[in-house]
């Protein structure tokens, strides 16, 4: 294995870390559903900002795209506990849980492409 390797696999690691122990915390302070759809917004609008930051304002590395996209805001957000929830449900209530995480999802990925732009163009 070579010393990039090892690095990257240390901040993917260090990332993913501290976004488990912030996500476990946000469970903590709103539990269930509620705090799932939570750590999922705040990381769609992050991981918007993330990479549209990239694309309007100007270049962030590979290994902060790694600590920050892949490591923290990968073990932060919860699509797998999500879906967990959402089958667990009745119908109905598995549909409306869909659509409350997945549409606003995309709101909050828009809204940061927009302050990326806002803030690139000032």
């Known amino acids: 294995?070579?010393?990039?390797d090892v690095t990257n696999l240390f901040l993917i690691g260090t990332g993913g870390f501290l976004g488990?122990?912030?996500?476990y915390g946000t469970s903590n302070l709103i539990p269930g559903t509620p705090g799932t759809l939570v750590v999922n917004l705040l990381g769609s609008f992050l991981l918007g900002l993330l990479l549209f930051?990239?694309?309007y304002i100007g270049y962030l590395t590979?290994?902060?795209r790694m600590f920050a996209g892949i490591g923290f805001l990968g073990a932060f957000t919860t699509f797998s506990t999500f879906i967990v929830q959402t089958v667990q449900m009745q119908p109905l209530y598995g549909f409306t849980n869909?659509?409350?995480?997945?549409l606003p999802g995309l709101f909050a990925i828009f809204l940061a492409r927009s302050l990326?732009?806002?803030i690139g163009s000032r």
């Open 1 to 4: 294995m070579e010393y990039r």
């Open 20 to 23: 488990s122990v912030c996500r």
């Open 53 to 55: 930051y990239s694309d």
């Open 62 to 64: 590979p290994r902060i």
């Open 98 to 102: 869909v659509m409350i995480n997945l």
């Open 116 to 118: 990326v732009i806002y």
